[in-house]
């Protein structure tokens, strides 16, 4: 049974959205969690752990291929999950909804598709972002190794905004496609990206967004933004780890070879030649993560009870209240200033090592990141060599914030 999204949504009300997330009520340190590092991964609801242990309990069989009741039961909820990905981020159709295991993968298989259907000669360019994380970079240094593609990349001033006018003049003949983050994970920024779309179709070069960090926070509708391929992962997004998608338009897909082969991505096998199945399934070899695309379902599901306008506001709320407060910190400096940011904060104090820092407010039960978030790059773009980040969720609370901030400010006295 497929389930469509409800019209009537839950009152948005911190304190009962908390008592969805079991691990929120635990000690660390013999102090309550204090959970602010939502950008590396966000805590599940029960109802997705329950999405998991009831398929493993009650429904676990092998999809697609089984003609009997419990292959059937599962094959369906597996496809139905895709059905609830394709309408959560507006695809055309559920062929272009790729289950890969998160957005490291889904920017690998394109990188690796794209380049087997020689997508790119010898010489070409891949403009990306000076604030890309390692995801969006390594990939395509791989695919380099054997094309030979530059990668261009785009400056970023020192609020941690894209410079477009930058990027609009680098785009030449050579430019076979653009890939950039949505959301920065260690600077917040919000990119412009539907102008970026806009710009790099005005001379014919598609887009992929590395949407890790946009799909938590805001709404993201694939048409509308025009985007030729959008990768995400669903652990970022309340789900369970080892799934994501990668979303492409079927024109692009149709034209691009298997990223793996084996086993379920087939429709005849001989020892002379294979043809391959339709899309997506002719990216998805071998047995897939079952539980987690069915988890990944059931936390769609879970935001889709929400208005994510009415969530996406009361995390700003969070992000304006603690950059106030982080701000008031005598030698705290946050590094990523854009206008448009969301809900993360990297900030670095004068003399202290973020390390110190993650280190000692975790004896708080403070959970926070510290180092270079996989992004060296805009690391080296600010001469650091890591930073503290501290990224929150719609179930954070100005309280938690208040927690960061005495923690910073006990640490701040321990080296003065
Ligand atoms: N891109 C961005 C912007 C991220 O923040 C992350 C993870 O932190 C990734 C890509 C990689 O995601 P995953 O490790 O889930 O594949």
């Not at 897909?253 to 087939?266: F, N, R, S, T």
């Not at 994510?308 to 990523?336: F, H, P, Q």
């Amino acid at each position: 049974m497929i389930n469509t999204i409800s019209e009537i949504k839950r009152k948005f009300d911190v304190n009962e959205v908390r008592k969805d997330f079991p691990i929120l009520t635990r000690m660390v340190n013999d102090k309550p969690l204090v959970y602010l590092d939502n950008a590396a991964t966000s805590q599940k609801p029960q109802v997705v752990i329950n999405a998991l242990t009831n398929y493993y309990t009650y429904d676990n069989a092998n999809i697609h291929r089984g003609l009997y009741f419990l292959s059937e039961l599962a094959t369906e909820q597996y496809e139905d999950a895709r059905l609830k990905v394709k309408e959560f981020i507006n695809a055309l159709s559920t062929s272009e909804v790729i289950f890969v295991k998160g957005t490291t993968e889904g920017i690998n298989l394109l990188a690796s598709s794209l380049c087997r259907a020689k997508f790119f000669n010898e010489g070409d360019e891949v403009i990306v972002s000076n604030m890309e994380h390692h995801a969006n970079i390594v990939p395509w240094q791989l695919m380099g190794d054997r094309k030979k593609i530059k990668l261009s990349v785009i400056p970023i001033n020192d609020d941690g905004e894209l410079d477009l006018d930058a990027f609009e003049k680098m785009i030449n003949p050579k430019t076979k496609l653009v890939s950039v983050v949505h959301i920065s994970n260690s600077l917040g920024t919000i990119n412009p990206v539907k102008k970026i779309i806009d710009i790099a179709h005005s001379k014919n070069v598609p887009v992929l967004l590395d949407g890790a960090q946009a799909v938590p926070h805001c709404k993201v509708d694939v048409q509308d933004l025009d985007a030729d391929f959008y990768a995400f992962s669903g652990h970022k997004v309340f789900g369970p780890t080892g799934i994501g998608v990668l979303y492409g338009k079927a024109e692009y897909l149709e034209m691009m070879p298997p990223y793996q082969g084996g086993g379920d991505m087939i429709r005849t096998v001989t020892f002379e030649k294979t043809t391959f199945d339709d899309i997506p399934r002719k990216f998805e070899a071998g047995t897939p993560n079952i539980a987690g695309g069915i988890g990944l379902g059931a936390a769609i599901d879970y935001l889709n009870q929400f208005d994510r306008k009415e969530l996406a506001e009361y995390e700003n709320m969070l992000l304006d209240y603690a950059t106030k407060k982080l701000s008031e910190i005598e030698g705290l400096r946050i590094i990523g200033k854009a206008k448009e940011k969301a809900s993360v904060i990297s900030f670095v104090i004068e003399g202290i090592h973020p390390y110190d820092i993650g280190t000692l407010i975790d004896t708080d039960g403070i959970a926070i990141r510290t180092g270079h978030h996989c992004t060296q790059p805009i690391m080296q773009r600010y001469n650091l060599p890591a930073t503290s980040r501290a990224s929150f969720a719609f179930y954070n609370t100005f309280e938690e914030i208040d927690k960061l901030v005495a923690g910073v400010l006990k640490v701040k006295k321990m080296f003065s």
